[in-house]
C-alpha cells in the first residue's frame, strides 16, 4: 500500500528556514523521481522541486537559491530544505514520486507552512 506522510511544516517569520521530510512506504524508493509541489487553494498543484535517482536537481524560478531538495533511499525520505521564506511561500506542500508528469501516486495529507511578514 503507497503511503506518503509529510512533516515539517509551521509558522515561521519572513526570512526564516523550515525543513520538510516525507516518509514513504509501499512502493521502491531509490529509482523514483521525487518532487515536492505545493497547491494555492483554487489553482493546480506547482512543482517546487524535484531530484532524480541519480540526485540531479531542478527547482521552479520562484524557489531558486532558496530551497534545496535531498533524498536518502535507505530510510525512504525526501527532504525540502527551506531557507530565506517569503509571505508567497505560505500554501500547502505535497511529495510526490509521479508515474508520468501527469499521474500521480495517491498524495499524502500534505504539511502546512506559514511564512508570516
Known amino acids: 500500500q503507497v503511503r506518503l506522510v509529510e512533516s515539517g511544516g509551521g509558522l515561521v517569520q519572513a526570512g526564516g528556514s523550515l525543513s520538510l521530510s516525507c516518509a514513504a512506504s509501499?512502493?521502491?524508493?531509490?529509482?523514483?523521481?521525487w518532487g515536492w509541489y505545493r497547491q494555492v487553494p483554487g489553482k493546480q498543484r506547482e512543482l517546487v522541486a524535484r531530484?532524480?535517482?541519480?540526485?540531479?536537481?531542478n527547482y521552479a524560478d520562484s524557489v531558486k537559491g532558496r530551497f534545496t531538495i535531498s533524498r536518502d533511499n535507505a530510510k525512504k525520505t525526501v527532504y525540502l530544505q527551506m531557507n530565506s521564506l517569503k509571505p508567497e511561500d505560505t500554501v500547502v506542500y505535497y511529495c510526490n514520486a509521479p508515474y508520468s508528469d501527469s499521474l500521480f501516486r495517491p498524495w499524502g495529507q500534505g504539511t502546512q507552512v506559514t511564512v508570516s511578514s
Open positions: 509501499g512502493f521502491i524508493f531509490s529509482t523514483d523521481v
Open positions: 531530484i532524480t535517482s541519480g540526485g540531479t536537481t
